[in-house]
């Protein structure tokens, strides 16, 4: 038997449950792996609460690190004993065994240990899309980066200094401010002050060429209203609930604006993307550029304790479970 953390309904981190499952066996195009420790992340409370639907009863999570145990057919390009880790769906992280694709596996380099390398995958590989692909940033310029002592955040802060961009990190505690600066922002606007007019301050009105906002309702407006002309709304979040209905009209009125709502899924779906943008997230951790802060780790079998600390705005950087 295998151990997970499964829901029966949707709810809060109460309806999670620790319970044996059979341990499921490896078929066609399929690998199975022993978690050596599981990613926490934000899009976990989504599939929880079922503003993400899946089918119920479920075991949630989307990232990993472990060792393959065993191949279905047709997988080459794995061995048993491999060290890999990946992040994205299917759900099912929350377990000490699970099958997974084995196209959405990645070999995990022996510089990184599990618990980075499960820390950093999801959140990893989502700020590289977004720096590197959904707006590719360029030396010199200024971009604003909301929540930027998160998981996404830190990593933003890391890699956009490493690429010579002045970040602007928004933050809602001083502590978190400070950590934020010291992960590479240059300016850090802390809790409820007027967000559009600390961007004009600081860049001297031009404002910002984008806006990275993993916050959702709460900051939609004001993030549009520090984007310079032609600048690009990146909405990748939904801390604080989704966007309601946006009027087109006014990302005419605000300056010919575009606003995109990117995802992980979209942006790995080709295993040729997940492999690249993989490669070059390691070689930022294994140059040492980006640093993976694992601030807390909680067992699987306490998956409700770490939903409460995530919900409650108690942590900072990435967050593991181990099985």
């Given amino acids: 038997m295998t151990k997970a953390i499964r829901i029966h309904a949707n709810g809060g981190p109460e309806v999670m449950k620790w319970e044996d499952v059979p341990t499921p066996e490896a078929g066609p195009n399929e690998a199975l ?35 393959v145990l065993a191949l279905g057919s047709n997988v080459t390009d794995l061995a048993v004993g491999d060290r890999v880790a990946y992040a994205g769906g299917p759900i099912g992280a929350y377990a000490t065994q699970r099958v997974i694709p ?77 950590l934020a600066r010291a992960h590479g922002a240059d300016h850090v606007i802390v809790g409820n002050q007027d967000l559009p007019a600390e961007v004009k301050r600081i860049t001297g009105g031009a404002m910002v060429p984008v806006v990275y906002d993993s916050v959702g309702k709460d900051t939609f407006n004001a993030s549009l209203d520090c984007l310079a002309p032609l ?10 609930g989704p966007v309601p209905p946006v009027d087109l009209g006014v990302l005419t009125a605000k300056g010919s604006l575009f606003v995109t709502r990117p995802t992980l899924a979209t942006y790995t779906a080709k295993r040729a993307d997940l492999v690249a943008g993989a490669n070059e ?43």
């Fill in 102 to 178: 084995a196209d959405r596996l990645v070999k995990l380099p022996d510089e990184i240990d599990f618990k980075t390398g499960a820390a950093m995958m999801l959140q990893g590989l989502t700020a590289q899309y977004l720096l590197r692909r959904t707006y590719k940033v360029q030396a010199g310029q200024t971009i604003l980066v909301h929540a930027a002592a998160g998981g996404v955040g830190l990593i933003m802060c890391q890699w956009a200094k490493y690429l010579g961009v002045n970040v602007i990190g928004v933050v809602s505690t001083a502590d978190k401010a400070d």
């Fill in 231 to 240: 600048g690009m709304m990146v909405t990748f979040g939904n801390a604080s």
């Fill in 281 to 323: 997230l390691f070689d930022v951790v294994i140059k040492g550029a980006v640093k993976i802060r694992v601030n807390q780790t909680f067992p699987l079998s306490e998956a409700v304790a770490a939903h409460v600390a995530l919900e409650g705005r108690l942590t900072t950087g990435s967050t593991v479970l181990i099985p």
């Fill in 33 to 67: 792996i022993r978690h050596e420790a599981v990613g926490l992340n934000y899009i976990d409370v989504y599939f929880r609460s079922g503003l993400y639907k899946s089918p119920l009863p479920a075991t949630i999570g989307m990232e990993g690190s472990g060792v």
